[in-house]
């Protein structure tokens, strides 16, 4: 039996929002929070605050959690003077790491810099295992100094270890507008991007390839989909395969103060076809998640993240 695990952030104005919180699923449509809905691990080094949030599960057991250097109730209107260009150029050139063996226990918090001088501050993380290579593909966005810190583009860098990595290369520069937000999906051999376009069209993109880093073409159909939605205000593409062999892809709506804000849920029969359509009637939420992503857990594994983590928020 597979259930699901959602790792995610909260948006609020104080800095409890901007950590790492769990919710839970048997069936991948009907999630529960965990913790009593607090956060299952605080950041205590950098910005003190972590959003845009991943996790993958690696050959040797392993669990990682990264996520993007940034509070903003801690720093919003102090560090970065209360402008997102500031976050932008100046941000953290870290990504946030945790490491855990059972989904329970974590790590001190380590921040890994892949960014150089010349990057300006590194969004959104994600992680892909590349059969090819056997090694891990981590890929962000970033504005640089290439293109005077213009449009944002995707880089990755690889990893064998999550201890050393390889010097940031580009993955996609889209040249009339910035991307954000990519997640990478790997199905019959083909190799599926999500990826938020600032412009032209405005919203996520899905696009195909049959490379990890090669050249990808656009889907034309999933954007004819995006286009009916009647707003672009869609990021934090993140999906699975459901027990039934369809895919759910989650997007985080923003259009809204409040809650309504957060994910939603499109459903597709096949990737490759690009018809995915909303169906909030057939999932139920706690409330509404925030940038994240879902792993594929075991019963195991669910009965322990529940009931351990369950167990300490009682305690406390």
Not at 104 to 129: H, K, T
């Amino acid at each position: 039996m597979e259930a699901y695990l959602f790792v995610h952030f909260k948006e609020k104005k104080t800095p409890d929002g901007e950590q790492i919180y769990f919710a839970l699923s048997m069936d991948g449509f009907n999630w529960e929070q965990v913790n009593g809905g607090q956060p299952v691990i605080w950041s205590d080094k950098g910005d003190q605050g972590v959003r845009d949030h991943t996790i993958v599960r690696t050959n040797d057991g392993k669990f990682y959690i990264l996520a993007t250097d940034l509070s903003l109730a801690n720093h919003f209107n102090t560090k970065y003077k209360g402008n997102w260009e500031n976050i932008v150029r100046e941000g953290s050139k870290c990504l946030c790491l945790w490491e855990s063996t059972d989904l329970v226990n974590w790590s001190e918090q380590r921040m890994i810099e892949l960014g150089d001088e010349d990057f300006g501050c590194l969004w959104a993380p994600d992680v892909i295992y590349d059969k090819v290579n056997e090694d891990y593909v981590i890929h962000w966005s970033s504005a640089h100094a290439s293109n005077q810190y213009g449009h944002k583009a995707i880089y990755y860098s690889r990893t064998k270890d999550f201890e050393s990595y390889t010097k940031p290369q580009l993955l996609y520069r889209k040249e009339d507008s910035g991307v954000i937000d990519s997640a990478i999906y790997e199905e019959n051999g083909m190799f599926y991007r999500f990826v938020k376009s600032e412009a032209n069209p405005i919203g996520i993109i899905l696009q195909k390839g049959d490379s990890l880093t090669g050249e990808y073409a656009t889907n034309e159909v999933f954007n004819g989909e995006m286009a009916k939605l009647g707003s672009p205000a869609y990021e934090a593409p993140t999906a699975y395969k459901l027990s039934n062999g369809q895919w759910c892809l989650m997007l985080d709506f923003f259009g809204v103060e409040g809650e309504g804000q957060g994910y939603v849920p499109f459903v597709a029969d096949e990737m490759d076809s690009g018809l995915f359509i909303r169906s909030d009637e057939s999932f139920s939420f706690p409330y509404r998640f925030k940038h994240g992503t879902v792993l594929k857990i075991t019963q195991e594994e669910y009965d322990r993240i529940k009931n351990q983590l369950n167990r300490k928020a009682k305690m406390e």
